[in-house]
Nanobody, 123 residues
């Protein structure tokens, strides 16, 4: 089983960029689908992006498509979420998550979660 630690959150102005990283431990990282989710104040946790174990397949929420890019390095056991053109509504706690095998955007597929990292977008 993997363990996950996110980093890279912070405060950024609207239109700016941030890069979130998720470091994983465990021997079978490449077999996990990795996802990013977020929870905005007063809202439910929502899907942001996922990447397959091989890295060949990605899926994005419509709200971030064209602005965010998910990638992974199975040698380094890391997953990165590059966030560009940030908007006020991107403010949230961002979570990295792992699902064994293939997975969808449903958070219920994911059984391992990081502690979260705060992203705040200001005007």
């Amino acid at each position: 089983q993997v363990q996950l630690v996110e980093s890279g959150g912070g405060l950024v102005q609207a239109g700016g960029s941030l890069r979130l990283s998720c470091a994983a431990s465990g021997r079978t990282f490449s077999t996990y689908t990795m996802g990013w989710f977020r929870r905005a104040p007063g809202k439910e946790r929502e899907f942001v992006a996922l990447i397959s174990g091989s890295g060949r397949s990605t899926i994005y929420a419509d709200s971030v498509k064209g602005r965010f890019t998910i990638s992974r390095d199975n040698t380094k056991k890391t997953v990165v979420l590059q966030m560009n053109s940030l908007k006020l509504e991107d403010t949230a706690v961002y979570y990295c998550a792992a699902a064994s095998g293939a997975a969808t955007a449903s958070q219920y597929n994911y059984n391992t979660w990081g502690q979260g990292t705060q992203v705040t977008v200001s005007s």
